[in-house]
Nanobody, 114 residues
Framework: VQLQASGGGLVQAGGSLRLSCAASGTTFGYNAVAWYRQAPGTEREVVARFSSDRSINYADAVKGRFTISRDIVKNTLYLQMNNLKPEDTAMYYC?????????WGQGTLVTVSS
């Protein structure tokens, strides 16, 4: 099983990025999936999550700016990030929980300049 995250980069404050996470060796289906992020010197935190009951939750810091979505056919998870702020700078990871096992992507770096 591999989760391949991509789409990170350097963007100015107020800009947008769309992260993608493609799965191989498994399918996202309607299992619990999420995006996490980790800034230097901080703990990994959840940014946005699809729960197994298909409900969606966002961290307060990103509500109204980030949107999580998934394409079942393409087997890909997305995170649309708008109005980016310097404090959004972090390594972003996709996460899948399936059959009581947890899988992580390798991370994609997002850097937001002021």
């Amino acid at each position: 099983v591999q989760l391949q995250a991509s789409g990170g980069g350097l963007v100015q404050a107020g800009g947008s990025l769309r992260l993608s996470c493609a799965a191989s060796g498994t399918t996202f289906g309607y299992n619990a999936v999420a995006w996490y992020r980790q800034a230097p010197g901080t703990e990994r935190e959840v940014v946005a999550r699809f729960s197994s009951d298909r409900s969606i939750n966002y961290a307060d810091a990103v509500k109204g700016r980030f949107t999580i979505s998934r394409d079942i056919v393409k087997n890909t998870l997305y995170l649309q990030m708008n109005n980016l702020k310097p404090e959004d700078t972090a390594m972003y990871y996709c996460n899948l929980v399936k059959n009581r096992r947890e899988y992580w992507g390798q991370g994609t770096l997002v850097t937001v300049s002021s």
